[in-house]
């Protein structure tokens, strides 16, 4: 009878931890999306490669080596001490689609957020949802599909350029 109780309880225990759970990436995103940005500054972010990111108007990601560039001048929006929002002023948003391809996008979506990470002197953005790491190549082009176990890398890193003129 025993014997028949404890088989009973590890059935019922094997069930409860085989069976799939969907978690959202970032449970806090809903609390997020509906408010607005504490703080928004204009920054520059200078990658570890020698660029500075750049949103052209046109809505393509990819980068320069002129300071002054007005692509390289963005937004960064602040929902809390990580999660963050990058945007060319008054226009495109940088996303990481759920395929990650980094592109932009025209309004406010789940995939523009990002959370920032600190790696000593340098930081690096993770996509809240789906998981991709912002990244560039050595020419300048973004790079996609960069996972988590990529973010010691130099192309993951940026630094903050605050002040733009």
């Known amino acids: 009878m025993e014997l028949l109780a404890i088989i009973l309880v590890l059935a019922t225990l094997q069930l409860c ?20 940005p504490s703080h928004i500054r204009k920054v520059q972010l200078y990658s570890r490669q020698g660029f500075f990111l750049a949103i052209y108007e ?3 990601v990819g980068a320069t080596t002129v300071r002054n560039s007005p692509d390289a001048i963005l937004e960064m929006e602040s929902f809390s001490v990580t999660h ?15 395929n990650g391809k980094i592109r ?3 309004k406010q979506r789940a ?3 990002f959370i920032e990470h ?5 930081l690096w953005y993770e996509n809240s949802a789906t998981g991709f790491i ?9 790079k996609d599909k ?13 630094l903050i350029m605050g002040n733009p003129s």
Do not use: C, Q, W
């Not at 912002?134 to 973004?142: L, T, V, Y």
């Open 17 to 36: 931890y085989t069976a799939p759970i969907t978690i959202h990436k970032d449970a806090r995103y809903s609390k997020l999306e509906k408010s607005h």
């Open 58 to 60: 046109n809505g393509t």
């Open 84 to 98: 963050k929002r990058i945007r060319r002023p008054n226009s495109f948003y940088l996303a990481i689609d759920k």
């Open 104 to 106: 932009t996008r025209h």
């Open 111 to 113: 995939d523009t957020f």
């Open 118 to 122: 600190h790696n000593g002197n340098y």
């Open 134 to 142: 912002f990244a560039m190549k050595r020419n300048g082009s973004p």
């Open 146 to 158: 960069v996972k988590r176990s990529n973010k010691h890398k130099r192309k993951t890193h940026f």
